[in-house]
């Protein structure tokens, strides 16, 4: 499904994102909801199928992917997990 942007509450410094940023699906349910700092993306970033179910989650740490990072299915059962480093 194609995904539309939306910012949800970030707020553009001189280059970079800051806060909470949201994507949508094109039918209007969250796609993805990350968070930045003035250092990138850090925290929580979750996925989302059109369906509201959380298709994946991880971690961010200064721009890259850390910890472990688990993708579902459509009915909340894992289908992979992968540790990416530490965070």
Same mark, same amino acid.
């Given at each position: 499904?194609?995904?539309? +942007?939306?910012?949800?509450? %970030?707020?553009? +410094?001189?280059?970079? !994102? ?5 994507? !949508? ?6 796609? %993805? %909801? ?11 970033? #979750?996925? !989302?199928f059109p ?9 961010? /740490?200064?721009?890259?992917?850390? *910890? ?9 059962? #894992?289908?992979?997990? +992968? /540790? %990416? *480093?530490?965070?």
């Amino acid at each position: 499904s194609s995904t539309s +942007r939306g910012l949800g509450d %970030v707020y553009k +410094r001189p280059g970079k !994102y800051f806060g909470q940023f949201i994507s !949508y699906h094109s039918d209007g349910s969250k796609s %993805v %909801v990350q968070h930045y700092t003035e250092k990138g993306c850090n925290g929580t970033d #979750i996925g !989302y199928f059109p369906s509201g179910i959380i298709q994946y989650t991880g971690k961010y /740490k200064n721009g890259s992917q850390c *910890g472990t990072w688990i993708h579902y299915d459509e009915t909340g059962k #894992i289908t992979s997990s +992968r /540790k %990416v *480093g530490d965070c």
